[in-house]
């Protein structure tokens, strides 16, 4: 039953994520959609580290070159979602507000996948994988 709370929980903190990131598009104030770019950096940022848990064998080694490179990969792929509208809104492309709006959704929905793989991460029999 506490698997289902999490999901239930995770997938709000989802929609109130892309809900700040709809209202940094759609505001009549702002009204530009350059924002929904990040959409792709939200798909993209799991790939990596879900490829190297597959390819990986946990073997109880202090470092493993794959993860690491897949950590590296996410991080970069986390820090440019949190730099296109700094940078949209330094070029005047989006509004200053919703850059702020847009940076909100992120801190939510970048929050939520990494709840995700903090509940579903492990290797028990409510894991991710069996999915």
Known sequence: ????????SLSFG??????FLMLGCALPVYDKYWP??????YILSPIP?????????DTDSASNAC??????????I?????????VFARADVIAWG????????NV????????????FGSNDDFSWQQW
């Open 1 to 8: 039953m506490a698997g289902i709370k999490a999901l239930i």
């Open 14 to 19: 989802g929609a109130i994520g892309l809900m």
């Open 36 to 41: 929904l770019f990040l959409l792709f950096f």
């Open 49 to 57: 580290y879900c490829i190297s848990r597959r390819v990986v064998d």
């Open 67 to 76: 993860k690491e490179l897949a950590i590296f990969l996410t991080t970069g």
């Open 78 to 86: 986390v820090i440019s979602a949190f730099g296109l509208p700094i």
């Open 98 to 105: 919703a850059c702020a709006l847009v940076l909100t959704g």
């Open 108 to 119: 939510v929905i970048f929050g939520t996948i990494l709840g995700f793989f903090l509940v």
